[in-house]
């Protein structure tokens, strides 16, 4: 015969001292068997195991805490761009205007016959 004998609750000694079963850990916090299974084989902490239902991301169970890096941002040669910015201010002052820049982007838009 394979396993525990029928009618036997398997129990688990938390770091405490104290023994739990399946049942009563699911009672107190709420979560399903198989994630109750999931806390009892990652940690033997009772913090981690009694932990309200959702509450338990901040522990990790063994998941690596993978910390987010900033983004790296691309450098643009903003200098090129400032130079063509001042040229067209200069040579085109009516392109600050921002309806004539509207205008020229809807009489690009139309489609001609």
């Known amino acids: 015969m394979r396993g525990r ?8 000694t938390l770091d405490d001292g104290q023994k739990v079963s399946l049942n009563e850990v699911m009672a107190k916090t709420g979560c399903k068997d198989s994630a109750v299974r999931q806390r009892l084989s990652q940690s033997r902490d009772p913090a981690v195991i009694f932990a309200p239902k959702g ?5 990790g169970y063994g998941r690596r ?30 392109y600050a205007d921002p309806f004539y820049r509207l205008a020229l982007m809807k009489i690009s838009c139309v489609k001609r016959p």
């Open 55 to 59: 509450a338990h991301k901040d522990y």
């Open 5 to 12: 004998p029928r009618g036997t609750k398997k129990t688990f």
């Open 65 to 94: 805490k993978v910390l987010k890096k900033p983004k790296k941002i691309a450098k643009i040669n903003t200098q090129r761009q400032d130079k063509m910015a001042a040229y067209i201010v200069n040579s085109k002052p009516f």
